[in-house]
């Protein structure tokens, strides 16, 4: 279930990275616009709940906090977190560091692919993430009605981060998931 939600953001942040690229490399004599990233909370410093004594951007952590409690809900839905066995297995033995391997690199991904500027997302494409022969983590691949399980976790798990489902950034990035999907379902 984990290698899923991790195969599925990163088919999400590969394509928000593209139409960021293709944004940035248009020219424009008008005034940079605002990023998704700066809808997000942008790059200004708060304080990091997780790290006493850290900061972190306020985007990268709303999404951070997204990304965290998309994987809780994915790892509670029985329609998909069978994709996810291994990393279920580590967390349930208290090896928790696939799981958090997984929040940084999706968190980096969708950072990157909204717009952020001082992250690098360095993981695998979406098609081979969601490959189970490029990626043994990754238990199946995914088919339509595991994306759709998927997209609706992704949004509880906003829900349960405080961000309503109608809320126009969460609403900019479902869009850009969407667009992931023929990346992510290989079946």
């Given at each position: 279930m984990y290698k899923k939600i991790i195969n599925v953001f990163l088919l999400f942040s590969a394509v928000l990275a593209t139409a960021t690229l293709l944004a940035s490399c248009k020219k424009n004599s008008s005034p940079a616009r605002p990023t998704l990233y700066d809808s997000l909370g942008g790059a200004a410093k708060v304080a990091d709940p997780a790290n006493?004594?850290?900061m972190i951007e306020k985007g990268r952590l709303l999404i951070r906090n997204i990304v965290d409690s998309a994987i809780f809900v994915i790892a509670?839905?029985?329609a998909i977190n069978g994709h996810f066995t291994t990393l279920l297995s580590e967390v349930g033995s208290g090896n928790l560091s696939g799981f958090q391997?997984?929040?940084k690199n999706l968190t980096d991904f969708v950072a990157v692919a909204t717009g952020a500027k001082d992250?690098?997302?360095t993981g695998k494409s979406m098609i081979a993430a969601h490959d189970p022969a490029q990626n043994p983590r990754m238990n199946g691949k995914?088919?339509?009605s595991d994306f759709n399980a998927f997209?609706?976790?992704l949004v509880a798990g906003a829900a349960k981060a405080g961000v309503p489902a109608n809320t126009p950034a969460l609403t900019s990035v479902a869009k850009l998931v969407?667009?992931?999907?023929s990346q992510v379902v290989q079946q």
């Amino acid at each position: 279930m984990y290698k899923k939600i991790i195969n599925v953001f990163l088919l999400f942040s590969a394509v928000l990275a593209t139409a960021t690229l293709l944004a940035s490399c248009k020219k424009n004599s008008s005034p940079a616009r605002p990023t998704l990233y700066d809808s997000l909370g942008g790059a200004a410093k708060v304080a990091d709940p997780a790290n006493t004594g850290q900061m972190i951007e306020k985007g990268r952590l709303l999404i951070r906090n997204i990304v965290d409690s998309a994987i809780f809900v994915i790892a509670g839905d029985t329609a998909i977190n069978g994709h996810f066995t291994t990393l279920l297995s580590e967390v349930g033995s208290g090896n928790l560091s696939g799981f958090q391997t997984l929040s940084k690199n999706l968190t980096d991904f969708v950072a990157v692919a909204t717009g952020a500027k001082d992250y690098t997302y360095t993981g695998k494409s979406m098609i081979a993430a969601h490959d189970p022969a490029q990626n043994p983590r990754m238990n199946g691949k995914a088919d339509n009605s595991d994306f759709n399980a998927f997209e609706v976790d992704l949004v509880a798990g906003a829900a349960k981060a405080g961000v309503p489902a109608n809320t126009p950034a969460l609403t900019s990035v479902a869009k850009l998931v969407e667009s992931l999907r023929s990346q992510v379902v290989q079946q």
